[in-house]
């Protein structure tokens, strides 16, 4: 699929068509600009996760007449660049034949302990999407963090969509939807019962979407923000995998 043997760049979900998509069924205005996604909400610009623009060429996408808020996919920095909110990190996993090669002890631990146990995780639907969606919204009311409407989720084309389950005694225990964007993808939305954490169920999950991504094509997996302090259990779980960690540039106010 891919000449040479050379690995597709990555690809953040928020510049590419899947996501252009969601947020224009979702009512806003969508724009590519050379080849960037801008979308815009009234008079404001919002280009997130834009990588190869140096300070002039996030200046000439500020040319409208309105507000411009970018989020460089790397540092950028200087006069006509205002920055508003600190940088974040990502974890970016880059996916290959054999996962568990750079995979922390313990994390690959929890995988052997759930294969050991014969757990089974399986290909989900849109049933499956539901219920998850109402379950990852109760614990997002539970553990009081954001994250993206249930609109958006709604919106994101079917044929993105990964989605993963298990089950035990005919309940849903676990389920994971990932976003695939080219030969990139996103880890989107996750939960799990106290039953399915215990078992390590996550860590299979994570693991056989991962290898089925990369069966057809997908070289990253975008696994999502880390925050260590905020999240400390979350960001040890991303990063367990072997995702590089990576430092996204400061979102700014970006004059023309």
Same mark, same amino acid.
């Given at each position: 699929?891919f ?29 590519w ?9 009234g ?44 940088? !974040? ?21 929890h995988l052997?302990?759930?294969e050991?146990?014969?757990l ?15 379950a990852?919204a109760a ?11 249930v609109?958006?989720?709604r919106a994101?084309?079917?044929?993105a969509?990964?989605?993963?389950e ?9 389920a ?28 299979l !999950? ?9 069966t057809e094509g ?5 696994l ?14 991303k ?13 700014c106010?970006v004059?023309?």
């Open positions: 699929m000449d040479c043997g050379v690995t597709p760049e990555f690809q953040p979900l928020q510049q590419s068509a899947v996501y252009a998509a969601a947020v224009a069924d979702c009512g806003a205005r969508v724009r600009l050379d080849g960037v996604l801008a979308v815009e909400r008079r404001v610009r919002l280009i997130s996760r834009v990588a190869g623009l140096d300070r002039a060429g996030l200046r000439r996408l500020a040319r409208w007449p309105g507000l411009t808020l970018a989020t460089p996919e790397v540092g950028v920095a200087g006069f006509g660049l205002v920055p508003l909110v600190t940088p !974040m990190h990502h974890a970016v996993w880059a996916l290959g034949p054999d996962l568990r090669d750079a995979m922390a002890r313990n994390w690959r631990g052997r302990q759930a050991r146990a014969g089974r995780v399986r290909r989900g639907d849109g049933a499956t999407l539901e219920a998850l969606v109402a990852e614990q997002r009311r539970d553990r009081r963090y954001r994250a993206l409407p609109g958006f989720t994101l084309p079917e044929e969509l990964r989605i993963w298990w089950r035990q005694a005919g309940a849903m225990q676990a994971m939807c990932l976003v695939r964007h080219g030969s990139s993808a996103s880890y989107h939305l996750a939960w799990a019962s106290p039953v399915a954490r215990a078992a390590g169920v996550h860590q !999950m994570l693991t056989r979407a991962a290898e089925a991504l990369w997908v070289r990253w997996l975008d999502g923000s880390v925050d260590s302090e905020a999240a400390p259990g979350l960001a040890r779980f990063l367990g995998t072997g995702a590089e960690l990576r430092r996204l540039g400061a979102t106010l004059l023309p």
